[in-house]
Nanobody, 115 residues
Framework: QVQLVESGGGLVQAGGSLRLSCAVSGSSFSINAMAWHRQAPGKQREFVASVTNGGGTAYAESVKGRFTISGHNANNTVDLQMNFLRPEDTAVYYC?????????WGKGTLVTVSS
């Protein structure tokens, strides 16, 4: 059974930093891509950043220059370094993984940015 476990959420003041991590276990197939999405209260879930097993990355415009995603193929983990956090970054952050056959989601970790 594939499991994604996120860690690193919490409360931080505006302008601060947090680092999220996600580990994938139980996949019989190689992970092709991993990503982070987020869902703020009352809003739809939105894409934040992604990384492929080849190292290609993509970012939402709202986080470019502030967030950095890094994937680690050897142990199927992905990190999201979040700097210069803003109150509007407050959301539940979900880890996502795709193994070429289907997608998997973590349960989410809450990030709260106070003004």
């Amino acid at each position: 059974q594939v499991q994604l476990v996120e860690s690193g959420g919490g409360l931080v003041q505006a302008g601060g930093s947090l680092r999220l991590s996600c580990a994938v276990s139980g996949s019989s197939f190689s992970i092709n891509a991993m990503a982070w999405h987020r869902q703020a209260p009352g809003k739809q879930r939105e894409f934040v950043a992604s990384v492929t097993n080849g190292g290609g990355t993509a970012y939402a415009e709202s986080v470019k220059g502030r967030f950095t995603i890094s994937g680690h193929n050897a142990n199927n983990t992905v990190d999201l370094q979040m700097n210069f956090l803003r109150p509007e970054d407050t959301a539940v952050y979900y880890c996502y993984a795709y193994n070429g056959y289907r997608a998997y989601w973590g349960k989410g970790t809450l990030v709260t940015v106070s003004s």
